[in-house]
Antibody
Framework: EVQLLESGGGLIQPGGSLRLSCAAS????????MSWVRQAPGKGLEWVSV????????YYADSVKGRFTISRDNSKNTLFLQMDSLRPDDTAVYSC???????????WGQGSLVTVSS | EIVLTQSPGTLSLSPGERATLSCRAS???????LAWYQQKPGQAPRLLIY???SRATGVPDRFSGSGSGTDFTLTISRLEPEDFAVYYC?????????FGQGTKVEIK
């Protein structure tokens, strides 16, 4: 059974940093691109970033480019999202999902809430 | 960036009726890399359709996708009570992989 479990969310002040993790199991992690998608309270889905299976290619939404960094550790089946210079409009549930580079988002985690507020 | 526009914003229908959801792209979607997702309150999105018309594993055959280029459609042939939810289209042919704003299918 495929499982994606996010962790690392919480309340952070504007300008602060957080690192999200996504632990994957039940599939060959290194064989899949992985994405982060966020959903602000009561709003729609926004794709944030994607990384190739090898980790050699990354892409970011313009809204987070230069502030967020996606990475992965294939030896530990874990995906990361380093979020710096956080702003109140970054407040959202952040979910990891498999796929994203020429592939749909097949499996999703339940998400981790990030709240940016003073 | 490809902008996806979904219509209508809300669809009010009764169980057993047919639902037709539209997704229009601001430019052609590469290789028809267009997906549809279903999201229920408090749940993660679920992949329904990929490649514009292929059903994901376990998706009932009352869900079908069609279209190409810039115009895509998700059809639910006969609404079941569990189908009332929000539906999103997403293109994954070019980065960023943008989503539409969603269509809510509600019980009339």
């Amino acid at each position: 059974e495929v499982q994606l479990l996010e962790s690392g969310g919480g309340l952070i002040q504007p300008g602060g940093s957080l690192r999200l993790s996504c632990a994957a199991s039940g599939f060959i992690f290194s064989g899949y691109a992985m994405s982060w998608v966020r959903q602000a309270p009561g709003k729609g889905l926004e794709w944030v970033s994607v990384i190739s299976g090898s980790g050699g290619s990354t892409y970011y939404a313009d809204s987070v480019k230069g502030r967020f960094t996606i990475s992965r550790d294939n030896s530990k089946n874990t995906l990361f999202l380093q979020m710096d210079s956080l702003r109140p409009d970054d407040t959202a549930v952040y979910s990891c999902a498999s796929g994203g580079v020429a592939g749909p988002l097949g499996y999703w985690g339940q998400g981790s809430l990030v709240t940016v507020s003073s | 960036e490809i902008v996806l526009t979904q219509s209508p914003g809300t669809l009010s229908l009764s169980p057993g009726e047919r639902a037709t959801l539209s997704c229009r792209a601001s430019q052609s979607v590469s290789s028809n890399y267009l997906a549809w997702y279903q999201q229920k309150p408090g749940q993660a999105p679920r992949l329904l359709i990929y490649g514009a018309s292929s059903r994901a594993t376990g998706v009932p055959d009352r869900f079908s996708g069609s279209g190409s280029g810039t115009d895509f459609t998700l059809t639910i042939s006969r609404l079941e009570p569990e189908d009332f939810a929000v539906y999103y289209c997403q293109q994954y042919g070019s980065s960023p992989g943008t989503f539409g704003q969603g269509t809510k299918v509600e019980i009339k």
